[in-house]
């Protein structure tokens, strides 16, 4: 158990609507990360929260946003879903900021379906 | 700008036989960081090893061991006498020193499915 939680576990929407993934870090760690496992694109980084502000952002789409609230936990936001909006979406945490050598750990991942 | 490649994408061997996982990474930094992640059929990654740069030595866990060669920018991971339970996706991944504010970013390479049969 990476001690990184993340709900639900498996969503189902349809095309256009709007649904929201939430995540709760290892206690401890104030960075949270967010990343895009799909089959045709592997695994992306998306956006990257240190103790609530925005620290780094990678292929993140504009109808895609995300937050960390002052618990430290986030929540990614996707609105306009499309098919290929489907994948695995994954949280990690890490206890610091800016460091490089803190490895990531990942929790269990949201997969997402979108019909 | 960094990038992971693991040429292999599915490698397929029968139970004790050794079995080696290739990485090649590209980046501009002199100092980065490389990981391996596990990702068993169940979904989750797993954290097994991360090497700096600076470390060219190579590091052996039970039947893990991993040979990280900065000339050929390479850090291969080979699993010994390998099981079932060694079936998975293994990730290679790369973080590059931050110097900003650009944080802990991992990029991954495509990954390796690995099936190990009986």
């Known amino acids: 158990d990476s001690g990184v939680t993340q709900t639900p576990k498996h969503l189902i929407t349809a095309t256009g609507q709007r649904v929201t993934l939430r995540c709760s870090p290892r206690s401890g760690d104030l960075s949270v990360y967010w990343y895009q496992q799909s089959l045709d694109q592997g695994l992306q980084f998306l956006i990257q929260y240190y103790n609530g502000e925005e620290r780094a952002k990678g292929n993140i789409l504009e109808r895609f946003s995300a937050q960390q609230f002052p618990d430290l936990h986030s929540e990614l936001n996707l609105s306009s879903l499309e098919l290929g909006d489907s994948a695995l979406y994954f949280c990690?945490?890490?206890?610091?900021?800016?460091?490089?050598?803190?490895?990531?750990?990942f929790g269990n991942g949201t997969r997402l379906t979108v019909t | 700008a960094q990038k992971v490649t693991q040429a292999q994408t599915e490698i397929s061997v029968v139970e004790k036989e050794d079995v080696t996982l290739d990485c090649v990474y590209e980046t501009r930094d002199t100092t980065y960081y490389l990981f391996w992640y596990k990702q068993p059929p169940s979904g989750e990654l797993v954290f097994l090893i991360r090497r700096n740069s600076f470390d060219e030595q190579n590091e052996i866990s039970g039947r893990y061991s991993w040979n990280f060669q900065k000339s050929t920018s390479s850090f291969n991971f080979t699993i010994t006498a390998s099981q079932v339970v060694d079936s998975a996706v293994y990730f290679c991944?790369?973080?590059?020193?931050?110097?900003?504010?650009?944080?802990?970013?991992?990029?991954f390479g495509g990954g390796t499915r690995l099936m190990v049969k009986p």
């Open positions: 990690a945490s890490s206890p610091r900021g800016s460091q490089s050598n803190s490895p990531l750990h």
């Open positions: 991944a790369l973080s590059e020193a931050v110097y900003n504010n650009a944080g802990n970013m991992l990029t």
